[in-house]
Nanobody, 115 residues
Framework: QVQLVESGGGLVQPGGSLRLSCAASGSIFSFNAMGWYRQAPGKQRELVAT???????NYADFVKGRFTISRETAKNTVYLQMNSLKAEDTAVYYCNARRSQTAYWGQGTQVTVSP
């Protein structure tokens, strides 16, 4: 059973920063890809950034230049560094991992950007 545990969400002022963490229960090399999605109230879940292990990263246009996805293989952890946060970044952020045709999700962590 794959478990993904997110942490690092919270309340931050506009222009501030947060770092989200996603700890996997096994080696992140066992996944074809890992990444972050978000879902704001009343909206569909959307891709934020993905990390295709050994290949490339992919970012949504609305976070390019502000967010950075990275990994720490020794800790089986993927991070999302979020800078220059805006009110519209407010959402529940979910970690996602994919192995073959199966997708796994974390429980989500709330990020609120407000004065």
């Amino acid at each position: 059973q794959v478990q993904l545990v997110e942490s690092g969400g919270g309340l931050v002022q506009p222009g501030g920063s947060l770092r989200l963490s996603c700890a996997a229960s096994g080696s992140i090399f066992s996944f074809n890809a890992m990444g972050w999605y978000r879902q704001a109230p009343g909206k569909q879940r959307e891709l934020v950034a993905t990390f295709t292990l050994g290949v490339s990263t992919n970012y949504a246009d609305f976070v390019k230049g502000r967010f950075t996805i990275s990994r720490e293989t020794a800790k089986n952890t993927v991070y999302l560094q979020m800078n220059s946060l805006k009110a519209e970044d407010t959402a529940v952020y979910y970690c996602n991992a994919r192995r073959s045709q199966t997708a796994y999700w974390g429980q989500g962590t709330q990020v609120t950007v407000s004065p």
